[in-house]
């Protein structure tokens, strides 16, 4: 198995920034395929961005697009979601997520971390 624990939410303004944090425990991180989701409320989870193995590959979400950024340092077991120009409609709590690289799903969830954009 693996650990997952965010970092990095808070309050900020719109058109502010945030870089959220991930940081796992437990098995080889570079063995997972990583995952940013968010869920706001009264509203189902969805699906923010996520990276291969390898970071060779990403993608994001329309919503997000030219604005969030996902990236990876395996050296530090740790993903990370650069986020820019933020909207009120970004206020989540945003979570991340491991998928096993042989099975694709999205298997281990972090507890998230709140982020609330101020308009």
């Known amino acids: 198995q693996v650990q997952l624990v965010e970092s990095g939410g808070g309050l900020v303004q719109a058109g502010g920034s945030l870089r959220l944090s991930c940081t796992a425990s437990g098995r080889t991180f570079s063995s997972y395929g990583m995952g940013w989701f968010r869920q706001a409320p009264g509203k189902e989870r969805e699906f923010v961005a996520r990276?291969?193995?390898?970071?060779?590959?990403?993608f994001h979400s329309d919503a997000v697009k030219g604005r969030f950024t996902i990236s990876r340092d395996n050296a530090k077991n740790t993903v990370y979601l650069q986020m820019n120009s933020l909207k009120s409609e970004d206020t989540a709590v945003y979570y991340c997520?491991?998928?096993?690289?042989?099975?694709?799903?999205?298997?281990?969830w972090g507890q998230g971390t709140q982020v609330t954009v101020s308009s």
């Open positions: 997520a491991a998928a096993p690289a042989y099975r694709g799903t999205f298997d281990y």
């Open positions: 990276i291969t193995v390898s970071g060779s590959r990403t």
